[in-house]
């Protein structure tokens, strides 16, 4: 966290950064720059000595982040060169001396997932920035002063900021402007392999992707929900890993459909797994929490979290894991079961943009405060830079479902070598919310209306004109967002739906059950 002007108050710094300590539980730093504060709660993952803590500071300049450097050793050694001495085996160590040697252009030539905040002591300004995707949380606000606070979380936020909104990816923040650095979903040139040549890099692109997520000093677990992208991702890790990895389930006790599947990805992979149930006495029970933490009132992002959350915090309080690769990404990158209807090759590449600028928003936040709130750190394969950049170049007529399968191409480029049997790499994709039991979402939904009469639906959603509640279950949520971030609806950009101006989307859920082509996947 940062506040960046000289007005600050100690004390109003600290309550506002302690709200999200379990992020960083196992270390807290707080530093006067002489004209603000930098904070930063620590979960070692990389160089586990003291001399991995942060904020590190270089002749009176100061940074804090949270991120993970892919490739770090290679900048050490370059920078090591240039007469600079490191202190620890901490990635971030490095980001200091790069921005000395290379100032704002070293952001497009880090290969990271990343939020961090820097003091220049030379100038006596601030500056920030986000990594292209998202994957780690920054948000921001200017308080009554006009001053400027920058922080992991909204809620770090709330109380102290006028208006709270999320650092845009890709951007870094100086001299009072946000300048974008990288736009991941800018196409250069439309990639025009062939088939095979596509999905031979998909292949490969991949492995590389979790290969260099499985680099950690902390303890490693995965994920697996049973379909194709977190098995997958566990199947590559197994055949990587000396060891058996170990893998994680979730489900409702009465009709989890995926846990079945997660137990034949398991099996065939050989990881060491297990499996957690909830009730639906657990899912009620924890909702206001979840939507506290998660900083959101969107129906899918809270559907999809119920399980993750639990799973997570399962992890932490019974294994010495730290460190959980997860499946994300892929869907905005392959399709949903709604881009089937995408009406031309175009549109769904169009569509396929839109999702990934609004994934720190959706999926991406959901990974992150579920994993983060629970002191593990996420990791996503699926989001790595190279990775992305090459799909999204893809030329769309191929992504796009004329195969009769949805993602065929990932499937496809797996398809070979055995790294997971038929029956899951086949598997019609199941919404996550409904495969860790469909009475999830249906026990999610009686439960609001059990809330409200049909007037007072009608009558308390019309007090929102910002994404405006159009079902019980969506007012319930809005309802606990606002007790929690109060006029804070536009960090978040409306409702996850599919696209409602394409034929056959035109939903009042954001469910792929309710599309006509769901299909197999909920078996």
Request: net charge negative; charged share 30%.
């Amino acid at each position: 966290m940062g506040y960046c002007g000289s007005s600050a108050a100690y004390d109003v710094f600290l309550e506002g950064f302690q709200r999200t300590i379990s992020r960083g539980p196992d270390d807290t730093r707080i530093v006067d720059t002489g004209k603000g504060f930098l904070g930063f709660h620590r979960l070692a993952i990389m160089g586990l000595s003291d001399s991995g803590m942060q904020p590190f500071e270089l002749d009176g300049s100061y940074v804090v982040c949270n991120g993970e450097i892919y490739g770090f050793e290679k900048w050490r050694e370059k920078l090591r060169k240039k007469g600079y001495a490191f202190q620890s085996g901490s990635d971030c160590e490095i980001l200091l001396p790069m921005y000395r040697e290379y100032g704002v252009e070293m952001f497009r030539m880090l290969d990271a997932e990343f939020a961090c905040i820097f003091y220049d002591g030379k100038s006596g300004e601030y500056l920030a920035a986000r990594d292209p995707i998202g994957i780690r949380p920054l948000y921001y606000g200017y308080n009554k002063e006009g001053v400027l606070l920058l922080a992991s979380e909204a809620k770090n936020l709330v109380g102290l900021v006028e208006k709270i909104m999320p650092f845009p990816p890709g951007h870094y923040y100086k001299g009072g402007r946000f300048i974008p650095y990288r736009d991941i979903t800018a196409v250069k040139k439309i990639c025009r392999d062939d088939l095979e040549t596509v999905c031979q890099k998909i292949h490969d692109k991949l492995i590389a992707g979790v290969e260099k997520r499985m680099v950690s000093d902390a303890k490693i677990g995965f994920l697996l929900s049973g379909g194709l992208d977190s098995s997958l991702v566990c199947a590559i890790a197994a055949k990587k890993s000396k060891k058996p990895i170990r893998t994680f389930a979730i489900g409702m006790k009465e009709d989890a459909i995926d846990l079945k599947y997660a137990r034949q990805a398991a099996a065939h992979i050989g990881s060491e797994h297990r499996e957690i149930y909830m009730t639906p006495q657990e899912v009620f029970s924890s909702l206001e929490e979840l939507i506290y933490l998660l900083g959101t009132y969107d129906i899918t992002t809270i559907r999809a979290s119920v399980g993750m959350y639990l799973c997570c915090k399962a992890i932490h309080e019974r294994t010495d894991v730290r460190v959980i690769l997860t499946g994300e990404i892929s869907d905005e990158l392959f399709g949903y079961k709604y881009t089937d209807f995408a009406p031309d090759a175009q549109a769904f590449q169009k569509e396929s943009e839109k999702r990934i600028r609004e994934l720190h928003m959706y999926d991406v936040l959901r990974a992150d405060r579920c994993i983060s709130v629970n002191s593990l750190e996420a990791r996503v394969p699926f989001g790595d830079l190279d990775f992305v950049e090459y799909v999204m170049s893809v030329d769309p007529e191929k992504k796009q479902n004329v195969y009769g399968k949805g993602k065929y191409l990932l499937r496809h480029a797996f398809e070979k070598d055995g790294y997971l049997p038929d029956e899951i790499l086949w598997r019609e994709k199941a919404a996550f919310s409904d495969a860790v039991g469909h009475s999830m979402v249906d026990h999610l939904k009686t439960y609001a209306d059990s809330h409200y009469t049909d007037e007072e639906f009608e009558l308390r959603a019309r007090k929102y004109d910002y994404a405006r509640p159009f079902t019980k279950e969506s007012l319930l949520y809005r309802e606990i967002f606002e007790k929690y971030y109060p006029g804070q609806a536009q960090m978040i950009a409306g409702f996850w739906m599919p696209n409602k101006t394409w034929k056959g989307c035109d939903v009042n859920d954001p469910s792929a059950r309710v599309l006509s082509n769901y299909g197999e996947s909920g078996r």
